[in-house]
C-alpha cells in the first residue's frame, strides 16, 4: 500500500509541483495556526474576525494546496478544471473547516476539541471530493474505495491531532507542531486519495485545450495564495505583537498604581468600579474580583455618588470627605476626589482616595 502511494506520487506527478504543493501547503498551516492562536487571544467583540480569517486562510490554504497538486498530476492526457465547481472547491473548504476551527475555540473539553479535529477533516476530504468533480479529461475517473476510506481516515486523524496539540499552543515549536500535523493532514489525504484514482480513456469525451498554459497556472495560484496568507500571517503578527504591547503597558501602569499610597479606582459613566489599586482595596478589606461593577457607593457612607457625577460633568473636578466602609474592620475617614478623563477607551472617571493629612 505504501508502494502505491510512493509510485502514484513519483511517477504520475511532477515532483517540482508536488514540492511546491508542499510548501504551499507547510506556509498555509503555519499561517492557519498562528491565527488561530490570536483568535484564542482575543476578546470576544474581536474573535469572530480572527475566526473568519483562520477559515479563509485554512480553506484556500487547502484549495491551492489541491489545485497545485492537480496540475501536477499527469494522468497521460490533457486535463482542465470546470470553472464553477472549482470556486465551490474553495467555498467548501472555508465554511466546513472554518467551522471546525470555530468548534474548537468554543470547546474547551479534549472531547469537543478532538470532534473538531473530526470536522476539519471531513472539511479537507470535502474539498477534495468537490475538486476532483471538477476535473475534466478524456475519460472517466475511477476510484478504489480502500484508498479514499484511507486518505480520509489519515485527514480526520491528523487534523484531530493538529487541534490537541494546539491545546497548549504557548510556544514556537506548539505552532511548528500544530501547522505539521495539519499539513501532514492535508497532504496525506490528498496524495493517498489521488492513488485510489485511475483514469479509464473514453474517446468520446470532448475536452478544450488549456486556454493558458500549466505554468501561468500554477504561478498565478501560488502567488495569489502566497499573498494572502503573507498578508493574513503579518496581521497576526502585528496584531499579537500590539497586544503583548498593550499588556505589558497596562502592567506597568498597574505596578505605579499600587506603589501609589493614596487609593484609585477607575470608574465607567455610571460610577461601577472598573479597576483599583491595591491601596484602595486595603482601605476596603476586598478583592478586586468582588468590587469590580459595584457601584462606587457601596464603598462609602456618606456620598451621594450620583450628584457627584452630575457636577463632575460640568466641572471636571469633584472632592468631598468622605468615610470608607470597610468590610470586616473599622470605617476611615478620607478625602475622596473624582476627575473626569475624555482620554480612556472605557473608564469614564478616576477616583482618588486620599487618608487626610496628619496634623
Known sequence: ???????????????????????????ASYTTMSLLQRAREAAEGTRRHWVVLTAISAGCGVWATHFVAMIAYDPGMNLTFDVVLTVASVLVAIILIGTGFALWLLAPSVSAQAFAGVMI????????????????????????????????????????????????????????????????????????????????YDPTVVVPTYAVPK???????????????????????????????????????????????????????????????????????????VLRGLSLQHCFRNIDLQAMLQKLDGQGDVARQAVVIHATGPETDVELRILQRQDFEVAQSVALVRLPAEK
Not at 474505495?145 to 491528523?158: D, I, K, T
Not at 514556537?172 to 484514482?197: E, K, N, S
Not at 484609585?264 to 478589606?285: E, K, P
Open 1 to 27: 500500500m505504501l508502494n502505491e502511494i510512493y509510485q502514484c506520487i513519483v511517477i504520475e506527478h511532477d515532483y517540482r509541483l508536488v514540492l511546491l504543493a508542499a510548501a504551499i501547503c507547510l506556509f
Open 215 to 289: 505554468v501561468y497556472i500554477v504561478l498565478g495560484v501560488t502567488l495569489a495564495a502566497g499573498l494572502l496568507l503573507a498578508m493574513t500571517l503579518a496581521s497576526a503578527l502585528i496584531d499579537r505583537h500590539l497586544v503583548r504591547q498593550f499588556r505589558d503597558e497596562v502592567r506597568r501602569l498597574r505596578d505605579l498604581s499600587n506603589a501609589a499610597v493614596e487609593g484609585v479606582v477607575l470608574l465607567d459613566a455610571n460610577g461601577r468600579i472598573l479597576d483599583a489599586n491595591s491601596s484602595f482595596l486595603n482601605l476596603t478589606g476586598r478583592q478586586l474580583e
Open 121 to 200: 477533516g471531513v472539511g479537507i476530504a470535502s474539498m477534495h471530493a468537490t475538486g476532483m468533480t471538477a476535473v475534466k479529461l478524456q475519460g472517466l475517473l475511477v476510484y478504489d474505495y480502500s484508498y479514499v476510506a484511507l486518505g480520509v481516515v489519515l485527514g480526520v486523524g491528523f487534523s484531530i491531532a493538529a487541534c490537541l496539540s494546539m491545546r497548549s499552543a504557548e510556544r514556537q515549536r506548539h505552532l511548528l507542531r500544530g501547522a505539521l500535523l495539519f499539513t501532514l493532514a492535508i497532504c496525506g489525504l490528498h496524495f493517498t486519495a489521488m492513488t485510489a484514482v485511475s483514469v479509464e
